[in-house]
C-alpha cells in the first residue's frame, strides 16, 4: 500500500473549516474521483481543488455541492457545514452581536452640542432607535440559536466511559477503533482532532505517531524523507500499517499511512525505514496522552 501523500491542514485553520475539510477528503475519496477528474466535472481547476482539499482556500458554495452530488450526498447538511466555515473565515462571526441584550452606546461625538430647542426631539427619536436595537439584537439571537440546532452537525457521542487513554470529544467521524484499520484518517475526519504524542527526529527527517482521540485510532506520519523511503505504524500484537514515499515530490510533504485501532497507546509505535538502512523507531506510545 502506498499510503496518502495529502498535506496537513494549516495549524492557524480555525475548527469549523477544519471540519467541513475533513468531510470534504471523505466524499472525495468516496466518489473514487481524482484531483484532475473532478477538475474534468466541474469548473474548478486541480490546483483549485487541491487548495480547497488541503484546507488553504474555502471552496465555493458551489464546489461544496457539487462535491456532494458527485459523491451523493444530500447537499443540505454540507451547505449548513460551508455556512459556519464561511462566518469563521470571513469574521462575520466576530462582528455579530454579543447577544448581551443592550446595544452598546456610541455616546456624544466631541465637539457638538445639541440645539436646546430640539433637545425632546432628539431624547425621543434616541430612544425609540435604543429600543429598536434591543429588540434587533434580541431577534439575531434566537436566529442564531435556532439555526444551529436545526441545521449544525449532527454530533455522533463517543460511548460511555473510557476507552483505554481516550476521553473522546464529541465529533462526527467516519470510524471508531477496530472499523478505522486500514483507512485514511483524512477520509474518516479523524485527523481533525489528532495530536503527535511520540517522534523521532534523525537529521531533517520526522516521523511521528498520531492519535485520534474520537477515532481511537493511531497512524504514523513522515516529513523530510527521500524516495523509497518507508514508514510505518506498528502494534506490539503484531498489525502494521505501511507507506512509501513513491516520488519526489511527496519528500518534503506528510507521507501518512493508513490507521491501526489504538485501544492503548502503549501498545503503538511509529517508524521509519529508510531505503538503504534499517529501521528507526519511537517509543511505545505513552501510557497517558
Not at 482532532?193 to 523521532?200: G, K, P, R, W
Request: aromatic content about 6%; charged content about 20%.
Amino acid at each position: 500500500m502506498s499510503g496518502s501523500s495529502q498535506r496537513p491542514l494549516p495549524p492557524s485553520l480555525d475548527p469549523q473549516t477544519a471540519y467541513l475539510v475533513g468531510v470534504l477528503r471523505q466524499l472525495k475519496d468516496r466518489s473514487g474521483l481524482s484531483l484532475t477528474s473532478l477538475a474534468a466535472r466541474t469548473p474548478y481547476s486541480r490546483s483549485s481543488w487541491d487548495r480547497f482539499l488541503n484546507g488553504r482556500k474555502l471552496p465555493p458554495r458551489e464546489a461544496v455541492e457539487m462535491l456532494g452530488r458527485l459523491a451523493k450526498e444530500p447537499v443540505e447538511r454540507l451547505v449548513a457545514l460551508w455556512e459556519q466555515a464561511e462566518e469563521q473565515t470571513s469574521g462575520r462571526n466576530a462582528e455579530a452581536v454579543a447577544c448581551t441584550g443592550t446595544p452598546k452606546s456610541t455616546g456624544r461625538q466631541a465637539g457638538t452640542e445639541p440645539s436646546s430647542a430640539s433637545g425632546p426631539v432628539v431624547r425621543f427619536v434616541a430612544a425609540r432607535w435604543f429600543r429598536l436595537g434591543v429588540v434587533v439584537a434580541a431577534i439575531v439571537c434566537a436566529v442564531a440559536w435556532t439555526y444551529v440546532q436545526a441545521f449544525g452537525p449532527r454530533v455522533q457521542t463517543a460511548p460511555s466511559g473510557r476507552t483505554g487513554p481516550f476521553e473522546p470529544a464529541p465529533l462526527t467521524v467516519g470510524c471508531r477503533g477496530v472499523s478505522c484499520k486500514g483507512r485514511e484518517a483524512g477520509a474518516m475526519a479523524c485527523d481533525v482532532d489528532a495530536a503527535s504524542y511520540t517522534d523521532l527526529k534523525i537529521g531533517l527527517t520526522h516521523v511521528e505517531l498520531v492519535v485520534s482521540r474520537n477515532c481511537a485510532a493511531a497512524w504514523a506520519r513522515i516529513s523530510y524523507s527521500s524516495v523509497g523511503d518507508r514508514v510505518k505504524v506498528q502494534d506490539r500484537a503484531g498489525p502494521v500499517e505501511t507507506a512509501t514515499v513513491v516520488d519526489q515530490g511527496s519528500t518534503d510533504t506528510y507521507v501518512v499511512t493508513p490507521m491501526l485501532p489504538a485501544p492503548s497507546l502503549t501498545r503503538i509505535r511509529a517508524c521509519w525505514e529508510p531505503r538503504s538502512a534499517g529501521p528507526h523507531c519511537t517509543t511505545w506510545g505513552p501510557a497517558t496522552p
